[in-house]
């Protein structure tokens, strides 16, 4: 594994590098530093401080000099970074030492860093409920940050909920770390009202769409929200959908090699070893038994391995919620999580297979998104038991009464009601029914999986006269 750049050393060769203000050379750089680095080492801290703006580079070959950047304090690289260790010019979130490491390593030009390719002991060396990526403080830490109001009631319930707000911040920041430029005010108007922003190109649009189809997918139905291959490659295919050069490679593992852009990764590009390694990850994923370490390990294997042709950490972020909607947790929604952040914790994985600033990233999102959505927590009604208890039956008798084109009357309630549901329990759910009817627009009779121009047509015919025309069209 290549060494890599510590902050410690960079912090002393820029005090080095500050002593001498005409600037200094690097064979007397190597001496200053007593034989302690060698000149490959030392080339790449250089470059490291040159890219961060720390230090300049004058002159050519080896007559070649380096002096602190003009307009930069004297003080050490250090002393510029704050308590929670980021450089104050620098939207970053809050990083370990080890995550340090990983950030200093990552940040050197690209010909600094050595190919490398898969690597299966990687994977090997992580076993289920036995050995975990997140501490057990930390995940005791998180459950206690998600849990929700709907701790106790169906899977998913919860996601539910707050589905509407949910759309929007997972569709908008995850988009955003892909370079998407959408405001999210402009991702609210598109998801709420379909209003493309101007001057947004088709793919910017489309990639925002596609997020919205494959949330509403994991939460509209339970069934979705459990790990399995089926399921992360429906999540692939409605994710890319639109989006791939090849619109054969949607939904399917992929045929071809790739390569990362900004890192000297390179991924597996056998298929037949890639298919297996896919049920591999996966099998894995489902043995682990706490949600948040289950979430986190998707995040670091399924864009390690690159199961396709792209799109691959869209798949992860979306799929990294599967377990926190099952559990009834706070959505992971990744809102606010600086790019550049994320971009160096996955680089940190594909070329050093070192997961801790990936960690830091999650812990940061996570509890930014519990942060996000504690007022959403404390505003929800408390469910209702007998609603989600004939939560299915309630929504194929609103449905069939639309589509069979009958009024909503008590009597066609009761004669579409299913035997399943109790003769006790048969008024209250008429209720409820007719309740639905009251309430019923365009905006949500998605839930009942009626078309806009259904119910267009159904309210036309039904409410026209009626007292509730106002109310429906609402």
């Not at 030492?97 to 990552?106: D, L, N, R, S, T």
């Given at each position: ?22 600037g ?12 302690s680095?060698q000149?490959?080492?030392?080339q ?5 401080l ?37 450089v ?24 600094l860093?050595?190919?490398?390719g ?12 036995q050995?975990?990526?997140?501490p ?39 988009s ?24 947004k ?39 890319s ?35 297996e390694?896919?049920?591999i ?5 489902e ?5 948040f370490?289950?979430a ?19 798949v ?52 930014r ?22 939560r299915q ?28 549901v ?8 008429i ?16 839930r009942?999986g ?6 267009a047509?159904w309210?036309?015919k ?5 007292g ?7």
């Amino acid at each position: 594994m290549p060494k890599i750049t510590t902050q410690e050393g960079l912090n002393r060769l820029f005090d080095l590098i500050s002593k001498h203000q005409d600037g200094i050379g690097m064979d007397a750089l190597l001496g200053s530093m007593g034989g302690s680095l060698q000149r490959r080492s030392l080339q790449r801290r250089l470059a490291t401080l040159i890219e961060q703006g720390q230090v300049e580079m004058f002159g050519k070959s080896r007559s070649a000099r380096y002096r602190r950047a003009p307009g930069l304090a004297t003080a050490s690289i250090q002393e510029k970074v704050n308590a929670k260790g980021r450089v104050p010019a620098e939207v970053y979130v809050a990083t370990s030492p080890e995550g340090e490491e990983i950030k200093a390593y990552v940040r050197q030009p690209r010909q600094l860093r050595p190919p490398v390719g898969y690597k299966l002991e990687f994977l090997e060396a992580y076993h289920p409920n036995q050995v975990g990526y997140l501490p057990h403080g930390l995940r005791d830490q998180l459950h206690a940050l998600g849990r929700s109001p709907a701790e106790h009631t169906p899977a998913g319930t919860f996601a539910r909920d707050i589905l509407n707000r949910l759309l929007i911040d997972l569709s908008w920041a995850s988009s955003r770390l892909e370079g998407n430029t959408y405001s999210r005010l402009d991702t609210e108007r598109l998801i709420e009202f379909g209003q493309a922003a101007e001057g947004k190109g088709a793919l910017e649009t489309q990639m925002i769409l596609n997020h919205k189809d494959a949330i509403e997918y994991l939460v509209r139905d339970p069934e979705h929200a459990s790990l399995s291959r089926d399921t992360v490659i429906a999540l692939h295919a409605l994710l890319s959908d639109g989006l791939m050069a090849d619109p054969t490679a949607c939904g399917r593992i992929r045929r071809r090699a790739v390569e990362i852009g900004g890192s000297v990764y390179l991924p597996v590009a056998l298929p037949q070893r890639l298919e297996e390694l896919f049920g591999i990850v996966i099998q894995m994923a489902e043995e682990i038994h706490d949600p948040f370490e289950q979430a986190f390990f998707l995040m670091v294997h399924l864009p390690y391995l690159q199961p396709f042709e792209d799109v691959n950490k869209r798949v992860s972020r979306l799929a990294a919620n599967i377990p926190l909607i099952r559990h009834n947790l706070c959505p992971l929604s990744f809102i606010d999580v600086p790019q550049q952040a994320y971009v160096d914790a996955m680089i940190g994985v594909y070329e050093l297979n070192r997961v801790e600033l990936l960690r830091d990233v999650f812990v940061w999102a996570y509890e930014r998104s519990c942060q996000q959505y504690v007022a959403v927590k404390q505003n929800l009604v408390p469910p209702d038991i007998f609603r989600l208890r004939y939560r299915q039956a309630l929504s194929e008798v609103v449905a069939a009464i639309v589509r069979n084109d009958e009024p909503a009357t008590d009597t066609a309630a009761r004669a579409r009601t299913p035997v399943t549901v109790p003769m006790v329990d048969r008024n209250h759910f008429i209720e409820l029914v007719l309740g639905e009817f009251k309430t019923l627009h365009p905006g949500n009779a998605i839930r009942f999986g009626i078309r806009p121009l259904e119910l267009a047509a159904w309210q036309d015919k039904h409410l026209r006269n009626s007292g509730h025309a106002d109310a429906g069209k609402r």
